[in-house]
């Protein structure tokens, strides 16, 4: 079983990153960006079959690891169509 689980600062946490890009961007012309949050993808694969099972082990995984309970939340997202996860299509700088 294929999983993401996604990271952020809660939202009363200052994201000095996040308010970083926001003014780069803003800087390049991109001024329609309200507000921006930085936060990490991880891309687990379990030998698990049982989404809910995989869904309560990746819980457990990052309460206790992959996230800082008191300054970041996390939401799981399970991927059951045995299709490798990945991150959006990145625009090519060519």
């Not at 309200?34 to 049982?50: A, I, N, P, T």
């Not at 300054?71 to 090519?92: C, H, K, Q």
Request: one cysteine or more.
């Amino acid at each position: 079983m294929r999983a993401r689980v996604f990271v952020t600062l809660k939202r009363g946490i200052l994201d000095v990153q996040g308010t970083a890009v926001k003014r780069a961007l803003e800087g390049l012309g991109f001024t329609e960006v309200k507000d921006l949050r930085m936060g990490k993808v991880l891309e687990v694969e379990l030998e698990l079959q049982d989404a809910a099972r995989a869904r309560s082990r990746l819980e457990e995984m990052c309460q206790k690891l992959l996230a800082n309970p008191v300054m970041e939340e996390f939401s799981v997202e399970i991927v059951d169509n045995g299709t490798r996860p990945t991150l959006p299509e990145r625009a090519r700088g060519d």
